[in-house]
């Protein structure tokens, strides 16, 4: 099994999801989320290793998708991560506006070309 940077190679992802296959909201992949002003680093500390990734990675606004691929997750355990971090209001949902679509489609690109 290959080594990732967000998971330990021995914790499968339903281990770390805690048996949770799916999330409260709708998260599609390119959906935009962050911290906004929020960013608590005692929080980040007090986070298991994958979500304290996962919102480390979000104090800049970007996709399930990329933050997805930049913390080495699988996309189903990210969507409940960042399910869980906007649960406790840690994290801010963000409305795409028709300025950005171009912008996030060539980021998603650019991901997706990482990935290959």
């Known amino acids: 099994m290959a080594r990732r940077p ?4 021995k914790v499968r992802p339903y ?3 805690r048996g ?18 929020r960013y608590d680093p ?3 500390a007090s986070l ?3 979500s304290r990734t996962l919102y480390e990675q979000a104090r800049r606004m970007c996709s399930v998708a990329e933050l997805s ?6 996309l189903g355990l990210t969507r409940v991560l ?6 406790i209001g840690q994290l801010v949902v ?8 171009l912008a996030l489609l060539e980021r998603l690109r650019a991901g997706l070309v990482r990935l290959t």
């Open 20 to 37: 949770r296959t799916g999330s409260r909201s709708p998260l599609l992949i390119h959906t935009l989320v962050s911290t906004g002003n």
């Open 69 to 74: 691929a930049s913390c080495g997750l699988p």
């Open 82 to 87: 960042i399910s869980d971090l906007l649960k």
């Open 94 to 101: 963000h409305e795409a506006r028709p300025s950005q679509d």
């Open 48 to 50: 298991a290793p994958a």
């Open 6 to 9: 967000g998971l330990h190679w």
């Open 42 to 44: 005692l929080l980040a």
């Open 15 to 17: 281990m770390t999801a």
